[in-house]
């Protein structure tokens, strides 16, 4: 099958990796793509909202499957896109429609569904510009910490984690007066504070049925011990230890059955993943955010660990038959190290020449936010390479990982050398 992956990033490079190893793979594209994609598949210069482009690609290629990485053109609607055109409503895809995507797309939207199918979730309400006072009061009320979400997409940075009742009211009013995060704060949700340990938890619908995924465990913040500001990860772990079976089946039971569930109620044909953030309270699973796609750096340890042919789960998605297709998953550890640009995630150069990673023998390269610049690879993102140690045992996957993100180099390089510590330490 000609298949297209849409996306520039690790995630996309993991998938084209394993879509590469399919049987029932004939040609491979990725749009845009990045160095690494470029050595397994043809990289097509077209950005991943360029709807038009994109539908072009797949009529002059015969693309007979789409694979939607990112969550912006779910949101933007990419599949009723192609569901509007003749010429194009036949070719199967993996990714919601834009209505299913609100569960990424919309804070808002994605609250009121847990409250409306009894998921457990923090307790939260929604404040506008027209309603800033209301919000102001509403914040005099809550326990500190709180949480201030844009209800939008506001890539990864749209959630402060308030520690005053002056920051939180003064983040309330930059978000909503100020456009703090454009577009995406005109909402926004105030959420009371959960302690606990998060997991994420990636599920694959085709509507009716699915098939649980390997959940992982990422580090979203750049400095060591979780200091230091957001990122999009700077890597991930599976399995996890405290995601036992006990806790799975609650999540099972309390999370994902209400969530297909709801779907369907909601006239939802949900085709595609479904990663559930999830926090660890107390021993039950609370809901922290749905997203519309897998995770990245999660699925640079959650696809090494499906030993299933990945593109016939993709295709059994696409077509509502993911009953028929087997699933099995390695009881391997997997580790991945992300490593950065200097300054990330703030301002970083772009174009530094990287070397080393040729001399990595014992763990998967994944690359993220590189390009070609002739022969030479070189650094065109904050995130640059993600490094996936596989073993039999924790601390040799983070030994191999780690082992990795040391011998890649380039100008101002930096990775997180605690990744994983404290599950070996649980």
């Given at each position: 099958m000609n298949t297209l992956i849409l996306g520039s990033g690790g995630r996309e490079h993991a998938f084209a990796w394993r879509i590469a190893q399919s049987p029932l793979c004939d040609k491979l594209f990725v749009a845009p793509g990045n160095a690494g994609t470029a050595q397994i598949a043809t990289n097509l210069p077209i950005g991943y909202n360029d709807f038009e482009k994109i539908a072009e690609a797949v009529i002059s290629n015969n693309i007979e499957l789409v694979i939607v990485g990112p969550e912006e053109p779910l949101v933007k609607g990419i599949r009723d896109y192609f569901q509007s055109r003749e010429d194009l409503k036949h070719i199967l895809m993996v990714g919601p429609d834009s209505h299913g995507a609100m569960l990424e797309g919309s804070k808002d939207f994605s609250k009121n569904f847990m409250v409306k199918y009894g998921i457990p979730t923090a307790k939260s309400a929604t404040f506008t510009k027209?309603?800033?006072?209301?919000?102001?009061?509403?914040?005099?009320?809550?326990?500190?910490?709180?949480?201030?979400?844009?209800?939008?997409?506001?890539?990864?940075?749209?959630?402060?984690?308030?520690?005053?009742?002056?920051?939180?009211?003064?983040?309330?009013?930059?978000?909503?007066?100020?456009?703090?995060?454009?577009?995406?704060?005109?909402?926004?949700?105030?959420?009371?504070?959960?302690?606990?340990?998060?997991?994420?938890?990636?599920?694959?619908?085709?509507?009716?049925?699915?098939?649980?995924?390997?959940?992982?465990?990422?580090?979203?913040?750049?400095?060591?011990?979780?200091?230091?500001?957001?990122?999009?990860?700077?890597?991930?772990?599976?399995?996890?230890?405290?995601?036992?079976?006990?806790?799975?089946?609650?999540?099972?039971?309390?999370?994902?059955?209400?969530?297909?569930?709801?779907?369907?109620?909601?006239?939802?044909?949900?085709?595609?993943?479904?990663?559930?953030?999830?926090?660890?309270?107390?021993?039950?699973?609370?809901?922290?955010?749905?997203?519309?796609?897998?995770?990245?750096?999660?699925?640079?340890?959650?696809?090494?660990?499906?030993?299933?042919?990945?593109?016939?789960?993709?295709?059994?998605?696409?077509?509502g038959e993911l009953h028929e297709v087997d699933f099995v998953v390695s009881k391997q550890h997997a580790v991945t190290t992300v490593v950065v640009a200097g300054g990330y995630p703030g301002d970083y150069k772009k174009g530094d020449v990287i070397v080393g990673y040729d001399s990595v023998k014992d763990a998967t390269i994944f690359h993220a936010g590189t390009k070609l610049d002739g022969d030479l690879v070189v650094t065109n993102g904050g995130r640059v390479m993600v490094l996936t140690g596989m073993s039999n045992t924790l601390e040799r996957a983070i030994q191999k990982s780690q082992k990795a993100a040391q011998d890649v180099l380039f100008e101002g390089k930096y990775y997180r050398k605690d990744i994983g510590l404290d599950v070996l330490r649980y």
């Open positions: 027209d309603t800033l006072q209301e919000g102001m009061q509403y914040l005099e009320s809550q326990k500190l910490p709180i949480v201030l979400k844009a209800d939008g997409l506001a890539a990864g940075k749209g959630v402060i984690i308030a520690l005053t009742l002056d920051e939180a009211q003064t983040t309330l009013s930059e978000m909503l007066v100020d456009a703090k995060f454009g577009d995406a704060s005109s909402k926004v949700v105030i959420e009371e504070f959960l302690t606990g340990i998060e997991l994420s938890v990636f599920v694959l619908t085709d509507g009716n049925s699915y098939k649980i995924l390997p959940e992982a465990k990422d580090y979203k913040r750049i400095g060591e011990g979780d200091t230091g500001l957001n990122t999009g990860g700077m890597g991930a772990v599976s399995p996890v230890p405290f995601a036992n079976e006990k806790f799975m089946q609650a999540v099972e039971n309390d999370v994902i059955i209400p969530t297909i569930e709801g779907l369907k109620k909601e006239g939802i044909k949900y085709n595609g993943f479904i990663f559930i953030g999830l926090m660890n309270h107390e021993g039950e699973p609370q809901v922290i955010e749905y997203n519309a796609r897998m995770g990245d750096p999660e699925t640079e340890v959650v696809l090494p660990r499906i030993e299933s042919d990945i593109l016939a789960l993709m295709i059994a998605t696409a077509k």
